[in-house]
């Protein structure tokens, strides 16, 4: 059962058990206080009409005193006496029985049946009282042991109180029409305010059902300052933490998917390197000169692979900046890219060339190669067998900058503003077929940020496309 029912069921039975049980000792408690007012008041007409009757008896004392012996004379004579006597009230003639000690009786204008408990009771307290019930009246009858010249009688009288008891039952009859019209209206009044109240809960189920379906958290309002208010804002404080630590979460899984994607992509050019220098070195007669060229090309890049595994560790998992840079000749650098590339622009038949200008480069060695590595690898791509890609660089008033351009396919205009997106390809086929995964330009664009650089783009279909890197020098770089 939802908690809303729950709460409205409830609400509904306090509020119906409350209305009933309060009602009825009400009503029971307005009875019982009329009950005990028509005792009382039959206690004192009662004592009223034993003082009476023994004023009127009061001449006759000294005959009965005469007939103590004969019980018989002395219960004709009291019968004579009470049939001369008529008592009156507001209410009309009183009904009274006159017994003797054994409870015989001596006198009556009314019919009295014996009743043992009523005796019993005045045994043991000097009169009592008892209600009698004949079909739907009620009569209210009180005995009273009085003494008259040393002879022990028992009056008796009653009363009619069947209005009391018919009141009782009037009053419970509309206690049970009044609670009828109460559980209408309260069913109605308790379903409009539990819907009120459990509203926020509602609304922090949704919230919840939100975050567990990974939409965008939107803080529930805050209507109230009781408790729920106070649930609603610490929900919100707490969906506003999980909402981080899930983003961070993310991206800490995003960098390591970029990780493993850059790594695996950058191995590719040093590998074909080295497996094409190997085969030389396996499958063909080379001098002694080219052997130690080879091994040499060889060797190093497979240190600057084991180097540059730790650096992108650093760079995209970590998000370290703060590497350390080096001047390094821009000829000795460019020079290094190109015999990396020379055997894989040959397999492609390719014509490559470069045009570098005498420079310092400030830079990250190992990275810097990976953004050469990568741009000269998309132009391979792009330009496919029989093509042609240029390596130029020169010194500008900040810094160095190298362009590498190349006549392929291109890109189109609204692509540029994309291709640095991680995971994104222009042309996702030949991508895939050429080995992309489209994290190197990604790559490549942190990479020249961390260098304080720039990279830019410019592109044609069909006339190629030409990348331009800027570096910064080391004097603006120790500025920032």
């Known amino acids: 059962m939802k908690f809303f029912w729950k709460l409205y069921f409830s609400i509904m039975t306090i509020t119906l058990i409350c209305f009933s049980v309060g009602g009825t000792m009400l009503i029971q408690t307005s009875f019982n206080n009329s009950f005990d007012r028509e005792v009382e008041s039959i206690y004192q007409e009662n004592d009223i009409l034993v003082n009476s009757l023994t004023l009127e008896l009061y001449p006759y004392l000294e005959e009965l005193a005469l007939k103590g012996d004969s019980t018989q004379e002395r219960t004709d004579l009291l019968q004579n006496v009470f049939c001369n006597m008529s008592v009156e009230t507001f209410r009309g003639n009183v009904s009274f029985c006159v017994r003797d000690e054994n409870g015989n009786v001596i006198y009556q204008n009314d019919v009295f049946d014996n009743q043992p408990k009523l005796f019993e009771k005045v045994f043991q307290n000097e009169r009592g009282s008892i209600v009698l019930k004949d079909k739907n009246h009620y009569k209210l009858q009180a005995l009273r042991c009085f003494s008259l010249n040393e002879t022990k009688l028992y009056f008796e009288n009653v009363r009619d109180i069947s209005e009391l008891f018919l009141n009782r039952e009037s009053q419970f009859k509309t206690l049970f029409y009044y609670t009828l019209i109460l559980v209408v209206a309260s069913a109605i009044v308790i379903f409009i305010v539990t819907r009120w109240l459990g509203y926020p809960i509602k609304k922090l189920s949704k919230a919840t059902k939100g975050i567990a379906d990974r939409q965008v958290f ?212 030949r991508s895939r077929s050429a080995g992309g995964a489209g994290l190197g330009l990604a790559l490549c664009d942190q990479i020249i940020k961390m260098h304080h650089g720039t990279l830019r783009f410019e592109s044609a279909i069909g006339k190629g496309t030409q990348v331009t890197v800027i570096i910064e020098g080391e004097k603006k770089n120790e500025e920032l």
């Open 218 to 429: 939107v803080p529930v309002t805050v209507s109230s300052e009781d408790e729920i208010g106070q649930l609603t804002k610490d929900f919100n404080t707490m969906a506003k933490r999980l909402e981080i630590t899930m983003k961070e979460l993310h991206e800490a899984v995003e960098r390591q998917e970029m990780f493993v994607g850059n790594f695996a992509h950058e191995l590719k050019t040093p590998l074909t390197s080295i497996i094409g220098y190997g085969d030389m070195l396996r499958s063909k007669r080379l001098s002694e000169e080219e052997i130690i060229t080879y091994s040499h090309l060889i060797v190093e890049e497979g240190k600057r692979l084991e180097s540059m595994s730790m650096k992108l560790l650093d760079l995209i998992v970590l998000k370290k900046q703060d590497f350390k840079m080096y001047r390094i000749s821009a000829e000795i650098f460019f020079q290094k890219i190109e015999d990396t590339v020379d055997l894989l622009m040959k397999e492609n038949q390719i014509h490559f060339f470069s045009e570098i200008e005498p420079g310092e480069l400030y830079i990250e060695p190992d990275l810097m190669k990976t953004v050469c590595l990568n741009l000269l690898d998309n132009a391979r791509k792009a330009v496919g067998k029989n093509g042609k890609i240029s390596l130029k660089g020169n010194v500008t008033e900040t810094g160095y900058q190298f362009v590498i351009e190349d006549n392929g396919c291109g890109m189109a205009t609204d692509e540029l503003d994309k291709i640095k997106e991680a995971f994104y390809m222009v042309d996702q086929s």
